[in-house]
């Protein structure tokens, strides 16, 4: 397991014994903070998951699946995260999801909670909120005018984001996810996903895989370049 810095507050959960008995752990830091960053530095997370299980061909591992793991793997040798939480499309994205947060809380008469970034073992995911008093998450994402409509007409999650919401179920040990989507001037799309077990298993083993496969070319590299495997 990566190491934490000091300065990060991390709060153990209780075990959750649905999730194979690992302990969830809640990092208290601001999401797209440095520290939230630092916290994802080398471990699939949520938002990535989809790339986990990308379908190759002939039943080949995926270009998104390789790619990813050598991003994950870059992290872990350098120490430099890939991705850095700041852009014109992204702070677009920031303000949308504070008007489609309010906009829900106000529509399904609910409070919500952010929260940093949620581990159980070497998984995480960050929820976009977390609704008060209940065992529930909200995953908001703003779409295109086009893609909006095509959510609201079909009624149901859209395909590209079901490994991202099951797999904040599958690391938080929560019950349901309210998925949210957003454009301005349309209605709100909202759907609530109840976990897949049979799916989050399926998942689970594929993250497994995917990161045996990571941690055996860690050691490689190590071993190789770096003088000998790190702790």
């Known amino acids: 397991m990566l190491d934490i810095d000091d300065d990060i507050d991390v709060i ?61 793997l870059g992290e872990r040798l350098t120490g430099e995260l890939s991705e850095q939480a700041s852009s014109p499309n992204f702070d677009r994205g920031h303000r949308m999801e504070i008007d489609a947060a309010n906009d829900y809380e106000f529509r399904q008469r609910v409070t919500t909670e952010t929260i940093g970034f949620m581990r159980r073992g070497n998984v995480g995911c960050s929820p976009d909120r977390l609704i008060t008093g209940t065992r529930g998450l909200v995953e908001i994402k703003s779409k295109k005018a086009n893609l909006q409509l095509a959510a609201i007409l079909a009624d149901e999650l859209p395909a590209e984001h079901k490994a991202q919401v099951q797999g904040g179920l599958l690391v938080s040990g929560y019950e349901y996810c309210d998925f949210v989507s957003y454009w301005p001037g349309l209605p709100l799309f909202v759907k609530r996903v109840y976990r897949d077990e049979a799916y989050i298993d399926w998942l689970r083993d594929e993250l497994d895989a995917f990161n045996e496969e990571l941690d055996a070319l860690d050691r490689q590299m190590r071993e190789r370049y770096y003088g000998g495997v790190a702790e």
């Open 12 to 72: 153990d959960a209780a075990p959750d014994t649905t999730e194979a008995g690992d302990t969830l752990q809640i990092i208290d830091v601001p999401q797209n903070s440095q520290e939230w960053l630092h916290a994802r530095l080398g471990i699939p997370t949520a938002s990535c998951f989809g790339q986990v299980v990308a379908p190759g061909r002939a039943d080949q591992p995926s270009k998104q699946r390789q790619t990813y793991m050598l991003t994950l």
